[in-house]
């Protein structure tokens, strides 16, 4: 394999299955904790609601840290690339405009995992939620303001 810098990595062998449950994470660039301000990781969550509104995806769980997301979904009607690069874009543009910052807010690409067996969605969910807490943000998951899974 030629080496290719890490974005373009991440993208070997991407194939993204219409139903199928994926964990997609994101950095912002050079993991700035952008969203440790909860109003701009607030932006984060509008945007995973309107990717499920609009049928993107069904959103099972996510978790908005200071500098990544951890978003567990189901591809419903669009690609994993599409997915991405609209969603990446209208939070950037979002928390530029509200946090009177300019220039990029994401590290290039994204991290994505698809789930094979049904045990792995309940393991990935706990996974998602308890980020805040392995991160050490909180002692408890409950004081964490920034998550949600369909399951609560």
């Known amino acids: 394999m030629p080496d290719l810098p890490a974005s ?21 660039l050079d993991r700035e904790p952008v969203f440790a301000d909860f109003a701009l990781g607030r932006l984060v969550v509008h945007q995973f609601r309107q990717a499920q509104n609009t049928g993107l995806v069904n959103s099972l ?26 969603t990446k874009s209208l939070i950037a543009r979002e928390v530029n405009l509200s946090g009177n910052r300019n220039g990029p807010l994401w590290q290039q690409g994204y991290h994505d995992r698809a789930l094979r067996r049904e045990e792995d969605l309940v393991k990935m969910a706990r996974y998602v939620v308890a980020n805040p807490l392995r991160a050490g943000l909180v002692e408890r998951l409950g004081d964490y303001p920034l998550w949600d899974a369909i399951w609560l």
């Open 8 to 28: 373009h990595r991440l993208r070997t062998g991407r194939y993204a299955e219409p139903n199928r449950i994926y964990l997609l994470t994101t950095n912002t």
């Open 61 to 86: 769980a996510w978790v908005v840290i200071p500098d990544h997301f951890h978003w567990l979904v189901e591809l419903e009607k669009c690609s994993l690339s599409n997915l991405m690069r609209q």
